[in-house]
Nanobody, 125 residues
Framework: QVQLVESGGGLVQAGGSLRLSCAAS????????MGWFRQAPGKEREFVAA????????YYADSVKGRFTISRDNAKNTVYLQMNSLKPEDTAVYYC??????????????????WGQGTQVTVSS
């Protein structure tokens, strides 16, 4: 069982930066690939970024590539999402998730078994 708690969301102006954190409970955190998803009002939850259990591979949605960076610290049971050059269209609730998938399967939310409660990110124009 893994419990996930996101933090770091908030209100920022376009062009600004935020760093989201996701703290995981449980001693098996390092076994799991981790992903970030987001959901804007009236839209489906969409993939943002993912990282393998070792941190050796990362994956990004085209819409955030070059602006967002996912990383993890297995010693701290924490995964991060550094978001730079934020745009109003990045406004959403951001969720972290844990799963045992790998490779291209990490783009799909059904590969994840555990989810956090979400943190709001609002980017003003």
């Amino acid at each position: 069982q893994v419990q996930l708690v996101e933090s770091g969301g908030g209100l920022v102006q376009a062009g600004g930066s935020l760093r989201l954190s996701c703290a995981a409970s449980g001693r098996t955190f390092s076994r799991y690939a981790m992903g970030w998803f987001r959901q804007a009002p009236g839209k489906e939850r969409e993939f943002v970024a993912a990282i393998t259990w070792s941190g050796g591979s990362t994956y990004y949605a085209d819409s955030v590539k070059g602006r967002f960076t996912i990383s993890r610290d297995n010693a701290k049971n924490t995964v991060y999402l550094q978001m730079n050059s934020l745009k109003p269209e990045d406004t959403a609730v951001y969720y972290c998730a844990a799963g045992l998938g790998y490779g291209s399967s990490l783009y799909h939310l059904r590969q994840y078994d555990y989810w956090g409660q979400g943190t709001q990110v609002t980017v003003s124009s």
